[in-house]
Structures are given as structure tokens and as C-alpha cells.
């Protein structure tokens, strides 16, 4: 007979909360009308800035995203015959792992490099040279780097597409798209003709540094209609919390923008409480706004969501984790999903999945 004690720390249960199943994807796949010529224009372009997207092409792109998380076993062939060159010089577990992840799931091949110090590049190869070598090789690639040039030059040679999964302080696109993903999973009504309470966003974090927030903001420029008011919580005066031109950017789109340094003021009336503690430059992480904590105690309003792009610090508590608030694991989660529906656009595999019911 098995010790109890050690019966007790084997056992797991494979079932969740529903945040973790699969009603929400199936609501917003039915919220969304499939349009999928708004995903051709994909298979052309490298994912570089969330600024690239349009309102259309997002929605479509969460209605493939929702397909495939509702359908889970359903299109394991559609990347058959398909190379992705995974090239993660920072560390990463979501981006790097979700990637290789969902194009597994999908039925392709993976070539990955963790450490630059492997490749041609401690020889003093250029990165362009790189990306020539990428063209014969791969399909795809995925790109972290701590340099936020280096995702610019590789594309300046590069016939195949590339992800930026990361560049210094500067955009992680693929990131925002899974955090809006999520939004749109929880609230499917907010994309229908007959949308509910509009949103009340507190975001905990620096948009100026942390590229999380910064891709994030720039894609809720396509949804003034969602979010009623943003507030951005953190320990700066409103004219420090912002890049050049970053708040104008969020105002002419035509989202209200506040700024509060009490996270305690704000959170009462927040739907959606977005946190982010570490911006990650140079070659180390910078933590900010450190005084600023959640956990299961925080006056959050009973219906309210919690994300966060993770990992995570002290300010994120894990009582958190049992409370219906913990929106971040399904968050960490749809990423996959969410990356599985990009990476099908952009190798020009999308109609083999459009249309499958
Ligand atoms: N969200 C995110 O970028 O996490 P990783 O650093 O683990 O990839």
C-alpha cells in the first residue's frame, strides 16, 4: 500500500474552475462572424508592433484563437510539413513554451536556440546574415531579444515571417494579443450588437518601460467602444508614466486615460485589474511600482477580473489564485490558442481551418 502521505502530494485532479474550460471560447466563437479574408493580409507581413493591427483582423483572429481552444483536439495536421526557428536569447517560460506549444498542436516541426553564444553570432555574424541562412531553413521564426534593433534588422532579410516576441522595453505584440483575447473571452457580449456595461480598466504598471503594457494600450486603441475609462496605477506623475507620444496616441483613438498613484482608490471600480511589476532592460529586470500589491484581500469588486502577463513578483499574491478574480492562468493559457491562430495566418495555412466547424 501506497503511504497516505505520499498518496496525498501524488494525486491531482485534471478539472478546473470553468475559467479553464471551454464555455467562454465557445461564446465568443459564436459572438464573432467569420470573416476570414481580414487574415489573409497575415500570411504578408512579420508580427513586429501591436500597432499593425486593425480592429477586423483582431476579432477575426480571437474568433480562430476561440475555434481552436474550443476544439482543442481537432486540427493537430494544419502546420504539417512546417519549420518554426524558435530564437529566445532573454529568458522566457510562456512566450518561448506557448510558441513551441501551440506549433506542436498544430502538427509542425521546431528548431529552437536558447543561446545566441551557439550560433554564428559569437563569431561575430551578422544578424542579418543570420536571417539570410533563416530563409532556407524554417518557416517561421520567433524572435526574443533584449536588443530592440535586433527584431528590425533580421526582418530587413528575411523571406519568411517573423514574430517579436520581445524586444527590450520596447513591444511584445503576441503577448497584448492573448491579454485582449482574454478580455473578449470573458465578456463575449462586449463584440456583439448588444454589448453590456462597458469596461472600467485599472492598469498597475509603467507604459513608458514595460512592453507588455505599451502593446497592450496600443491595441485598445481599436476599442474606445469597450473600455468606458483606463487608469493607469503607478508611483510617477502622469507626465513621467508615459513614452513620447504614447498618450496622445491612446486620447486620439479616443479612450479616457487617467492616471492614480492610490491603487486602493481605483481598484473598487475596476472590472478589469491588469498588473505588471517588471520591465525587463538591458540585460536584467527593472522592477517598478513595488509598494503596489493584490491578493485575495484587495477591495476588488466581486465580478472583477485580475490578468497579468506574468511572471510574477510579491505584487501579485497567490490567495489570488483560488478566487474567481484569477483570470491570469486562463490568461497564460488562451495564449496558446491565441498563438496557434496567428502562426496558421502567417504560413498561409488559415483556409485550411476556416470554415471547419
Ligand atoms: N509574458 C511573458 O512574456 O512571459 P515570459 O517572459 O515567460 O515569456
Not at 506557448?98 to 521546431?110: K, M, T, V
Not at 543561446?115 to 533563416?134: H, N, P, Q, Y
Not at 513595488?290 to 501579485?316: G, W
Request: charged content about 25%; proline content about 4%.
Amino acid at each position: 500500500m501506497v503511504d497516505p502521505k505520499l498518496e496525498e502530494v501524488i494525486q491531482f485532479e485534471r478539472t478546473r474552475p470553468d475559467v479553464h474550460g471551454d464555455a467562454h471560447p465557445k461564446k465568443l466563437l459564436r459572438a464573432i462572424v467569420e470573416e476570414g479574408n481580414h487574415l489573409a493580409k497575415l500570411s504578408e507581413q512579420h508580427i513586429f508592433s501591436s500597432d499593425q493591427f486593425d480592429r477586423a483582423t483582431l476579432l477575426q483572429l480571437f474568433r480562430l484563437a476561440a475555434k481552436y481552444e474550443a476544439n482543442p483536439g481537432r486540427f493537430s495536421t494544419s502546420l504539417n510539413g512546417q519549420i518554426l526557428i524558435s530564437a529566445f536569447y532573454e529568458p522566457s517560460t510562456r512566450t518561448r513554451l506557448s510558441f513551441e506549444s501551440a506549433w506542436h498542436r498544430l502538427g509542425g516541426d521546431i528548431m529552437s536556440i536558447t543561446d545566441r553564444s551557439t550560433t554564428g553570432i559569437a563569431k561575430g555574424e551578422s544578424l542579418r546574415d543570420v536571417a539570410e541562412m533563416f530563409n532556407n531553413y524554417g518557416d517561421c521564426v520567433v524572435l526574443r531579444d533584449s536588443n530592440e534593433e535586433s527584431v528590425r534588422e533580421m526582418m530587413a532579410a528575411l523571406r519568411i515571417p517573423i514574430i517579436n516576441a520581445g524586444n527590450g522595453t520596447d513591444e511584445h505584440p503576441t503577448q497584448a494579443l492573448a491579454d485582449l483575447y482574454t478580455i473578449f473571452k470573458w465578456r463575449p457580449d462586449l463584440v456583439t450588437n448588444e454589448p453590456g456595461e462597458k469596461l472600467k480598466l485599472c492598469l498597475v504598471g509603467l507604459p513608458a518601460k514595460m512592453r507588455t503594457v505599451r502593446s497592450l494600450l496600443k491595441l485598445m486603441c481599436h476599442f474606445p467602444d469597450v473600455f468606458s475609462k483606463i487608469t493607469i496605477v503607478n508611483d510617477k506623475q502622469k507626465n513621467e508614466m508615459f513614452a513620447h507620444g504614447q498618450l496622445a496616441q491612446l486620447e486620439q483613438a479616443g479612450l479616457q486615460i487617467d492616471a492614480a498613484n492610490d491603487l486602493y482608490e481605483v481598484l473598487p471600480e475596476a472590472d478589469v485589474v491588469y498588473i505588471n511589476a517588471i520591465a525587463w532592460e538591458g540585460n536584467a529586470y527593472k522592477q517598478y511600482g513595488k509598494r503596489y500589491h493584490l491578493n485575495a484581500q484587495s477591495p476588488l469588486k466581486s465580478d472583477a477580473i485580475v490578468l497579468h502577463p506574468l511572471a510574477r513578483s510579491v505584487e501579485l499574491c497567490t490567495s489570488l489564485d483560488d478566487t474567481p478574480h484569477n483570470w491570469y492562468f486562463s490568461q497564460a493559457r488562451g495564449a496558446v490558442f491565441l498563438r496557434m491562430a496567428l502562426l496558421t495566418c502567417l504560413v498561409k495555412r488559415a483556409e485550411r481551418v476556416l470554415d471547419v466547424i
